[in-house]
């Protein structure tokens, strides 16, 4: 008599949908052309920057302080980075729409999975190329020129960038999922961000203006820094970047796609 088959239990692990779209995105993020240019401009302006001091340093016999220099180039790196990744978020989920309502309607991944590894994945991409462009050019600039630089100031400045770039990455990926269109969505996006940055430097002294603190890098990376102002600001893009990441969550929800 044969033994009764017993039928075979298939277990599927729901974030198999999440760790796929995140990883083509990481890939795909990576391997751009906007991703690329980003990172060759800034690494070109560096360079040169860098260079052009240093023979000023030493062959006209200018004193060139490390810190100065460096907090110079580091707001000119995170402001002219802002267009790259505007670009780069904007257009994570707003560039696939045809793609995404297919997998959606389809039921192969929900919608808040879609969205949280679009978001995940330009965020991880861009914080770790600037975080590994700023040790780069904090170390550079610390042998060119009068090692002023400290341990702790590189890494409150370099936290400070980071968590901006994370505001601004989060809004962006919420802003492309609710427009309706890529050109409209960096469209809205810059009028928000221009008008953000305006708004924050109204604020008064004891609010923690992004504005000021950025403005401030050159004395941060000395190491002359008050740690209970920059904890408030990063503490204020982060909460900022988890508000827009519920925003695009719920508002992505509830779109027709």
């Known amino acids: 008599m044969d033994a009764t088959a017993t039928p075979t239990r298939i277990r599927f692990n729901r974030l198999l949908p ?26 070109l302006s560096a360079a040169g920057y860098g260079l052009y001091k240093y023979g000023i340093h030493h062959e006209a016999g200018i004193v060139q302080s490390a810190s100065m220099q460096t907090g110079d180039l580091l707001r000119g790196v ?9 670009l780069l978020s904007v257009s994570a989920v707003s560039s696939e729409r045809a793609t995404v309502a297919d997998a959606v309607l389809c039921r192969g991944i929900s919608r808040h999975q879609y969205f949280l590894a679009k978001w995940h994945a330009r965020t991880f991409v861009v ?5 590994l462009l700023s040790a780069v050019i904090l170390t550079g600039y610390h042998y060119l020129l009068d090692p002023d630089l400290t341990f702790s100031g590189g890494i409150a400045a370099t936290a400070i960038a980071l968590a901006a770039l994370a505001c601004v990455i989060a809004w962006g990926v919420t802003i492309g999922a609710l427009a309706n269109g890529t050109v409209l ?46 904890g408030r600001v990063i503490a204020g893009f982060l909460i900022a970047t988890c508000l827009g990441a519920v925003v695009g969550i719920i508002g992505f929800r509830r779109k027709d796609v």
Do not use: K
Not at 78 to 86: C, D, N, T, Y
Not at 197 to 205: A, E, G, K, N, T
């Open 18 to 43: 999440y760790w796929a779209v995140l990883q083509t995105d990481l890939h795909q993020t990576a391997h751009s052309w906007v991703f690329r240019l980003w990172v060759l401009v800034s690494l």
């Open 78 to 86: 995170a402001v002219a980075s802002l267009a790259f990744v505007a």
């Open 127 to 131: 914080l770790v190329t600037f975080a």
């Open 185 to 230: 969505a960096i469209t809205v996006f810059w009028m928000i961000l221009y008008g953000t940055i305006l708004l924050c430097s109204f604020l008064p002294d004891p609010f923690p203006s992004p504005s000021y603190v950025i403005t401030q890098m050159r004395i941060i990376l000395r190491g002359n820094f008050d740690e209970y102002r920059v």
